[in-house]
């Protein structure tokens, strides 16, 4: 299995390996999702350390219970050969009514077939109000506007 764009990485392939990982989180299908990186992959998410598809999967079911309507934005910070940094912000419900803005840095590491193998992700949530939220769902083919910053 392999997953173009491949390093090394120009400024386009980068954006556009950032594009593709943003469409395919705001799909919300773990199985999809997990389908971009390698069976090995090793993940740290917060404080929680995953490794392989299977754990992946399982995190993202678990995630997209609790963060009920989430919708992202990721937006590329840097990137070498074979890495790429990002910045990002989703936001999404809980179960009690509360909504969420929540904010981090992604570092990523490819193998040479385009899947990722390494996913590094320190995040941070803040309460918003409901009317407060700005993603509202997967971008418009096209939209390449920046994340601001809130």
Do not use: C
């Amino acid at each position: 299995m392999s997953r173009p764009p491949f390093p090394p990485f120009t400024l386009e392939t980068a954006r556009q390996k950032v594009r593709a990982a943003e469409d395919a989180w705001n799909s919300r299908d773990p199985v999809r999702v997990a389908e971009a990186y390698t069976e090995d992959t090793v993940w740290r998410n917060r404080a929680e350390f995953l490794r392989g598809r299977d754990e992946v999967v399982g995190f993202l079911t678990r995630k997209w219970r609790r963060e009920q309507d989430y919708a992202l934005r990721k937006e590329l910070w840097a990137f070498t050969d074979d890495r790429i940094a990002v910045r990002f912000q989703y936001e999404w419900h809980d179960d009690e009514g509360g909504t969420w803005r929540s904010y981090g840095n992604e570092n990523w590491e490819f193998a040479e077939n385009g899947l990722m193998r390494r996913r590094e992700a320190s995040i941070n949530d803040v309460p918003i109000a409901a009317e407060e939220r700005w993603i509202l769902g997967p971008r418009e083919d096209g939209d390449t506007t920046p994340l601001p910053l809130r």
